[in-house]
Structure formats: C-alpha cells, structure tokens
C-alpha cells in the first residue's frame, strides 16, 4: 500500500467530486440562448465524472484504505472551488479552467502511480486525462467570437 498514491487518489477523488457537484449546479442554472445545448453537455460531463468519483473511491478502497466520503473532507482537500457563475458565460469559462485543473491532477496522480509501479491507476489516470482535455477543447469553444 502506497499513503503517497491513497493521498493522492483522495485528492483527486475530493476534487473531482467537487467538480460533479459544481457541474451538476451549472446544468440545473444554465440559462440564456445556448439553454439546450448546455443543459445537455453539462448533463453528460456530470454523469461522466459520477462514475469516475465511484472509480477512484474503489482504488483508494482497493489499496486498503476508506475513501474519504463527506463533504467536508472533499472540500478540504479539493483543488475545485465550489460553484460561484450564474451566466452561462461564466460558467463554461469557470468549467473549462476546471478541466485544466484536473488534467493537472491526473497527470500528477499518473506519475506518482508510475514511481509505485500502480498500472491501473496510472492508466485510469491517463484515460482521464483524455476526457478532461476533450472537455476544455470543447467548453473553450463555446467562448470563441
């Protein structure tokens, strides 16, 4: 059992939830003339990053360790800010700054599951890190002129 990786799943796990959560805000507010179309692709992000929240519990869990599960622990250790947009504008902005986040913690979490010889989680991470960055492709193109 490697604490370094557990530490760093918890991280991402906290992170990632927060993410869903703040997502999961956004498809519920979103207004304007782009209503439909961001309602939707908020909704597949969020349902996305569900499963993922469930995948990195059951590594931590897998490694030995309870996963941390409350919302005030997900907020301590979460590099997300909770929601703070309320024009869709702002909100695809903020999402999208959060995808740059993530791949950031992803790739972090790859390389230090790398130097504890953890394939799996290395591989998830990698995985991950595709989704995140399709995501901020498509989220910054919303906010081309």
Request: net charge neutral; with cysteine.
């Amino acid at each position: 059992m490697s604490k370094q990786v557990i530490a760093g799943l918890s991280q991402v796990l906290a992170s990632n939830y927060v993410l869903y959560t703040k997502t999961q805000n956004y498809h519920w507010n979103v207004t304007g003339s782009m209503f439909g179309e961001l309602h939707s692709f908020f909704g597949s992000m969020y349902s996305d990053l569900a499963g993922a929240t469930d995948a990195l519990a059951e590594f931590i869990r897998a490694l030995g360790s309870p996963a941390p599960g409350t919302l005030a622990e997900f907020l301590k250790q979460s590099k997300i800010k909770e929601a703070s947009a309320t024009k869709a504008n702002q909100m695809i902005s903020d999402l999208a700054d959060d995808q740059e986040r993530m791949v950031s913690l992803f790739t972090q979490l790859e390389d230090l599951a790398l130097k504890n010889k953890n394939i799996d989680v290395a591989n998830f991470c990698a995985d991950r890190v595709a989704v995140h960055n399709k995501n901020k492709w498509m989220l910054k193109a919303y906010l081309e002129k």
